[in-house]
């Protein structure tokens, strides 16, 4: 008999409110435990205040929210370890906890070696807050690299030379993970400069509310100079932002 594979065992990478808020993943049985750091040098997702959330049927809940943007700085980065060995299971639950309208835009790394079928994506019903068809195609995989597969949206954006795929690929076959996921909406603010932050955030005073409030849910080593200005202030300055001596060293590593 041929020596036996890795045990499937997926991590959920995550960054921003779903930390300290995490919802459907949580009631829904998809992560046990806590959250927990990984160390920026060994894997880490370019994030930037670039989304605009519309909020709802009335928009109540807009904001603008941090995603993955390949012209975002290397942050900070947390991981669970998911319940179970569903990868489909994940992405769809990780879905709904953001409020997605379906499951395309979440991003993810697996095994080759390991029976993992390519997931199918499904949409999401946000009003009752569940899956309810099946989209009859499968995630169009966009990465293949040391034995791995994946669909990771975002980071494929040659435009911007970084190695965030073959960090995390590194990361998850040091931590015994078969399959990592994380959330890749994509970036809707074009330019997202301190000057279209501030007229943002001037002329919507319920966006300005809500995204400060969205902030301020953020664990303090996710809360970067401009988000603290932000839940401080309500607004961006014209002056610029420092980095912290951990994202300094990050883009270093991933931008070189």
């Given at each position: ?52 959330s ?74 009752q ?18 034995g ?27 931590n ?10 994509p ?33 303090q080593?996710?809360?970067t100079?401009?988000?603290?200005e ?27």
């Amino acid at each position: 008999m041929g020596a036996a594979g890795p045990n499937k065992k997926i991590a959920l990478v995550v960054y921003g409110s779903v930390i300290n808020r995490p919802g459907e993943l949580q009631t829904g049985g998809v992560i046990r435990g806590d959250f927990n750091r990984i160390n920026m040098l060994e894997a880490a997702l370019p994030i930037s205040l670039s989304r605009k959330s519309q909020g709802g049927a009335d928009g109540a809940q807009r904001k603008i929210a941090v995603t993955v943007n390949p012209k975002g700085t290397p942050s900070q980065v947390y991981y669970a370890v998911a319940e179970g060995t569903d990868l489909g299971k994940v992405l769809d639950t990780l879905a709904l906890r953001e409020g997605a309208p379906n499951t395309k835009d979440m991003a993810y790394i697996r095994n080759k070696s390991v029976h993992m079928e390519a997931p199918v994506t499904h949409k999401v019903n946000r009003q009752q807050k569940q899956i309810t068809s099946v989209v009859e195609r499968r995630f169009g995989e966009d990465l293949t690299r040391s034995g791995w597969a994946g669909k990771v949206l975002q980071l494929k954006d040659h435009q911007f030379k970084n190695n965030y795929e073959q960090h995390m690929i590194d990361w998850a076959k040091r931590n015994g993970f078969t399959a990592v996921v994380w959330t890749s909406l994509p970036s809707n603010i074009a330019n997202p400069s301190r000057q279209t932050l501030r007229e943002l955030l001037q002329v919507d005073p319920t966006l300005k509310a809500n995204t400060r409030a969205y902030l301020q849910s953020f664990p303090q080593d996710l809360q970067t100079p401009q988000i603290k200005e932000i839940i401080d202030t309500g607004t961006v300055s014209d002056r610029l932002g420092t980095l912290t001596p951990e994202q300094r060293a990050a883009k270093i590593e991933y931008h070189s």
